[in-house]
């Protein structure tokens, strides 16, 4: 049976963090860290080749994340995304601070992240968040809103449906 491409993403994802984890347990052999490096490397111009997509082997993915379309998604290092989340594609989370720190950015469980939006800096998208497509946030976003634009949260009603 075929899998759907963001299901192979996601097998293909921890696949590559298993390597880092073995790479990191046996780094002392400069050998096997070499050829860890390798299969890291790899897995990494597979997510180019095959699915568009950059996904640092540093971020932190839910089993349980729905890529819908895989192509063009960009997570870094220090994402961490938590279950029942579904990425659209051309999302971008994550970016490096000028002063070189990695920022932490949670995604929490249940959000919506729309085509095209970016998702910048050390921020926590709350759950059930629905972020809007080409949406750009770069502040916390309390449970259950929606943004839209450039940082514009509102409310959800209690009787949207945002689910796809």
């Given at each position: 049976?075929?899998?759907?491409?963001?299901?192979?993403?996601?097998?293909?994802?921890?696949?590559?963090?298993?390597?880092?984890?073995?790479?990191?347990?046996?780094?002392?052999?400069?050998?096997?860290?070499?050829?860890?490096?390798?299969?890291?490397?790899?897995?990494?111009?597979?997510?180019?080749k095959?699915?568009?997509?950059?996904?640092?082997?540093?971020?932190?993915?839910?089993?349980?994340?729905?890529?819908?379309?895989?192509?063009?998604?960009?997570?870094?290092?220090?994402?961490?995304?938590?279950?029942n989340?579904?990425?659209?594609?051309?999302?971008?989370?994550?970016?490096?601070?000028?002063?070189?720190?990695i920022?932490?950015?949670?995604?929490?469980?249940?959000?919506?992240?729309g085509?095209?939006?970016?998702?910048?800096?050390?921020?926590?998208?709350?759950?059930?968040?629905?972020?809007?497509?080409?949406?750009?946030?770069?502040?916390?976003?309390p449970?259950?809103?929606i943004?839209?634009?450039v940082n514009?949260?509102?409310?959800?009603?209690?009787?949207?449906?945002?689910?796809?």
């Amino acid at each position: 049976m075929l899998k759907r491409m963001g299901d192979q993403l996601l097998d293909d994802y921890f696949q590559m963090r298993r390597y880092m984890e073995i790479r990191d347990k046996v780094s002392s052999i400069k050998i096997l860290k070499a050829f860890y490096n390798y299969l890291i490397d790899k897995k990494r111009e597979k997510f180019i080749k095959i699915y568009s997509s950059d996904i640092s082997p540093r971020c932190i993915l839910s089993d349980k994340v729905d890529f819908r379309h895989t192509l063009g998604i960009v997570i870094g290092n220090g994402v961490i995304i938590e279950e029942n989340v579904v990425v659209l594609q051309n999302v971008t989370i994550g970016a490096y601070h000028l002063d070189g720190k990695i920022p932490k950015t949670i995604i929490k469980k249940g959000a919506i992240l729309g085509a095209g939006c970016a998702i910048l800096g050390s921020v926590t998208i709350g759950e059930n968040v629905v972020v809007g497509a080409n949406s750009v946030v770069t502040v916390d976003v309390p449970d259950n809103s929606i943004v839209v634009g450039v940082n514009k949260i509102k409310a959800k009603k209690s009787t949207d449906d945002y689910h796809l």
